[in-house]
């Protein structure tokens, strides 16, 4: 989930950056409205986009969950031990919750202020539309078809306000600002989003402005928006006629001239951008960003009964070593990808029971689990096993190395108290080497300590999978207890 929305961001941010080198000072304006529309939803449907074709060119890469290994603790337990309820309150769904009920409250907030202001004025009507006149303000804005103006403005102001609204209301500049706060509810931790709602209230202010002055001196309309400091209405979902931060851009860009039309050939830059992003994250699915993807969700999940299930029939396999026909081909049924229209079943027993045997053409998926892999990655002094003697061996092995090896005194240079939980990911390549170490904890000095401790494990023997050598990710709790 973390990956995700950094690349969301990520995608946005490179996005924001081409409209405001290549688009933002073209008049182009419709079709910026477009791009600024377009280009936030893309960013958070390209992560999910996944060609297979280039998946496929990139070398497959298998994730393998070893047992947890416990430190300074005498119980033999996998140290699954329970989420305290300060970590399940401020778990990242919790605040992602939280967060967005207050961004809902801020947003009712600021519609009641523009029904408040609506009740409290005089209505009447301007052709299709609503004039709200605000005693005792020069504000002027849009909500919809409401057009809200301040009784102070005089009338010749008050002419070219309601033409310069008009135009928000017809081109429906709300609905565009709307579409922008509905994301700051859902993704109010995502700063790309108020970046582009700001990017877009300005492209309106210049399009409305284009069309005024195309129906009337554009001297006039320089010296009504030079006339007077007008007050605005600080709300981020309406049209504000006056913002003085805007006036020097607007009155710049009535004074630019058309975009030549070969100009718009900059909006190409998007599909040579698409395509690396697609390529990125085709790939990164089934390489290194997969682990990353996997640790996070190990940290998210793994009080979880699910994963309670994963551990318990991992630890099982383990112990038993080889598996009859029936559990692997169990095992098999469990590793495969659901298809719309599957039977459900209600057991495995269920499913040994069914006659319908596996369809040849489905394909298992790419992050395979660790009893199906064809040949694992061994000890050096567990080759020459069978398969799964040699992961056992080759599980037990690394545990024991971690186990053993592990600098206890840690405790003592440090401030650590009690479970101190250390995710590490690791890969043994094609060649058998161990690689691409990293560790998450919550102090460095025990992420030193597990990077020190996984780098100096041997040369493994690569593993294999369909006769190919493969690369292989493993994924190493250390749960590290301070009495």
């Given at each position: 989930m973390i990956h995700y929305i950094v690349q969301t961001i990520v995608f946005q941010l490179l996005f924001l950056i081409v409209y405001d080198l290549f688009l933002k000072k073209e008049t182009f304006f419709t079709t910026?409205?477009?791009?600024?529309?377009?280009?936030?939803?893309?960013?958070?449907?390209?992560?999910?986009?996944?060609?297979?074709?280039?998946?496929?060119?990139?070398?497959?890469?298998?994730?393998?969950?070893?047992?947890?290994?416990?430190?300074?603790?005498?119980?033999?337990?996998?140290?699954?031990?329970?989420t305290s309820a300060v970590e399940s309150i401020f778990s990242l769904p919790n605040l992602w919750i939280v967060g967005g009920c207050l961004s809902l409250l801020f947003f009712g907030y600021k519609l009641s202020r523009i029904f408040t202001m609506k009740r409290k004025g005089s209505l009447s009507k301007f052709e299709k539309f609503n004039i709200i006149r605000l005693p005792g303000t020069t504000v002027a804005f849009t909500f919809f078809r409401n057009i809200f103006l301040g009784a102070d403005l005089s009338e010749a102001q008050q002419k070219n306000i309601l033409l310069h609204e008009k135009v928000h209301v017809?081109?429906?500049?709300?609905?565009?600002?709307?579409?922008?706060?509905?994301?700051?509810?859902?993704?109010?931790?995502?700063?790309?989003?108020?970046?582009?709602?700001?990017?877009?209230?300005?492209?309106?202010?210049?399009?409305?402005?284009?069309?005024?002055?195309?129906?009337?001196?554009?001297?006039?309309?320089?010296?009504?928006?030079?006339?007077?400091?007008f007050g605005t209405s600080n709300i981020s979902f309406v049209n504000s006629f006056f913002n003085h931060s805007l006036i020097k851009n607007r009155i710049i860009m009535l004074q630019k001239s058309n975009s030549k039309r070969v100009l718009k050939l900059k909006y190409l830059l998007v599909i040579p951008m698409v395509l690396g992003m697609l390529f990125?994250?085709?790939?990164?699915?089934?390489?290194?960003a997969n682990a990353l993807k996997n640790e996070a969700n190990l940290e998210s999940?793994?009080?979880?009964?699910?994963?309670?299930?994963?551990?318990?029939?991992s630890e099982a396999i383990m112990k038993k070593g080889n598996l009859t026909d029936d559990e692997m081909r169990a095992l098999k049924f469990l590793a495969t990808e659901a298809q719309p229209g599957d039977k459900?079943?209600?057991?495995?027993t269920d499913f040994l029971n069914d006659s319908i045997s596996f369809s040849e053409e489905r394909e298992p998926l790419t992050d395979i689990p660790y009893a199906v892999i064809g040949k694992a990655p061994v000890f050096p002094e567990c080759d020459g096993m069978t398969n799964e003697a040699g992961k056992k061996c080759t599980s037990k092995?690394?545990?024991?190395?971690?186990?053993?090896?592990?600098?206890?005194?840690?405790?003592?240079?440090?401030?650590?108290?009690g479970r101190q939980r250390i995710s590490v990911q690791f890969k043994i390549d094609k060649t058998?080497?161990?690689?691409?170490?990293?560790?998450?904890?919550?102090?460095?000095?025990?992420?030193?300590?597990?990077?020190?401790?996984?780098?100096?494990?041997?040369?493994?023997i690569p593993g294999e999978h369909k006769g190919k050598a493969v690369s292989v990710i493993y994924s190493l709790p250390i749960v590290f207890v301070v009495e």
């Open positions: 910026n409205r477009v791009y600024l529309l377009v280009t936030p939803l893309l960013s958070f449907l390209l992560p999910l986009i996944e060609i297979a074709a280039i998946r496929e060119s990139i070398p497959s890469q298998y994730v393998i969950q070893l047992p947890a290994v416990m430190i300074g603790e005498s119980s033999p337990a996998l140290g699954l031990e329970a017809v081109e429906y500049h709300t609905a565009d600002l709307l579409f922008f706060e509905v994301l700051r509810i859902l993704f109010w931790f995502n700063p790309m989003v108020y970046v582009y709602q700001k990017r877009m209230t300005v492209l309106q202010e210049y399009i409305a402005d284009r069309h005024v002055a195309a129906n009337q001196s554009r001297k006039e309309y320089y010296q009504d928006l030079l006339s007077q400091i990125y994250t085709s790939c990164s699915d089934g390489t290194d999940s793994t009080d979880t009964e699910v994963m309670n299930k994963i551990n318990e029939l459900i079943y209600e057991s495995v092995m690394i545990s024991d190395f971690v186990a053993g090896s592990f600098n206890t005194k840690l405790a003592n240079t440090t401030n650590l108290e058998g080497q161990v690689t691409n170490v990293k560790a998450r904890a919550a102090h460095p000095v025990l992420e030193e300590e597990a990077i020190r401790l996984v780098q100096k494990l041997p040369k493994m």
